[in-house]
């Protein structure tokens, strides 16, 4: 069975540090998506990855994807305020072409 | 549309009494999910459908949710005999090829009283 763990789960920075977070799935898997949510909002689509070593940034945020470790890295360099969000990572099943496994979400909060 | 909608974006009902919430996704978008979104916690899939196949059913958490698409357009998620438990934000998204992701709409806020 897929699972899918974020860290941290919560996250309070000072505006122009650099920080990671952190996505881990538990088996195989082709493809991962990150998603930004603001409060109140619905979700956003930040980052589709779909194959090892794949990196894509947009902005201060840069994701990456190591299929062989199981692990997505969101990256935010230099934050700035606007970034304050939850960020979710959602990891395609192998077993349903459709079913992406969700994980908690990291709530990132960034102090002017 | 431009986005996917969502109808209402907010609801109140009275314990007992069915609801009914709305989902019209991108045209041509033939994949089209429901997920509910607990306060402070992460996603739940509850159903999905591909244009005219069976609809996949899992998610659902009882015999009182049922959901119906016609063909590619408008889906319907319906509950019945609402429970104070089912408070909630339900979430719809489509999508044209699943690998490209979904796009979500901006959510039913369901409070059950």
């Known amino acids: 069975e897929l699972k899918v763990e974020q860290n941290p789960l919560f996250l309070s920075m000072q505006e122009g540090k650099n920080y990671t977070i952190y996505c881990n799935y538990s088996?195989?898997?082709?493809?991962l998506y990150w998603y930004r949510q603001d409060p109140g909002k619905s979700l956003e689509s930040l980052f589709v990855?779909?194959?090892n070593g794949a990196v894509k940034q947009e902005g201060r945020l840069m994701a990456s994807l190591d299929t062989k470790a199981r692990l997505s890295t969101l990256h935010i360099t230099a934050a700035v305020h606007d970034l304050s969000a939850t960020y979710f990572c959602?990891?395609?099943?192998?077993?349903?072409?459709?079913?992406?496994?969700w994980g908690a979400g990291t709530k990132l909060i960034i102090k002017p | 549309g431009a986005g996917v909608s969502q109808s209402p974006s907010n609801k109140v009902t009275e314990k007992g009494k069915d609801v009914e919430l709305r989902c019209d996704p991108i045209?041509?978008?033939?994949?089209l999910y429901w997920y509910r979104q607990r306060l402070g916690q992460g996603l739940e899939f509850l159903i999905y459908?591909?244009?005219?196949?069976?609809?996949?059913k899992s998610g659902l958490p009882s015999d009182r949710f049922s959901a119906e698409r016609t063909g590619e357009s408008v889906s319907t998620l319906t509950i019945q005999r609402t429970q104070q438990e089912d408070s909630a934000v339900y979430l719809c998204?489509?999508?044209?090829?699943?690998?490209?992701?979904?796009?979500f709409g901006s959510g039913t806020r369901l409070t059950v009283v």
């Open positions: 998204a489509s999508s044209l090829d699943h690998r490209d992701g979904y796009t």
């Open positions: 045209s041509g978008h033939t994949a």
């Open positions: 459908f591909q244009g005219n196949s069976a609809p996949d």
């Open positions: 088996t195989t898997s082709d493809r």
């Open positions: 990855l779909l194959s």
């Open positions: 959602a990891v395609g099943s192998l077993t349903s072409n459709y079913q992406l496994i």
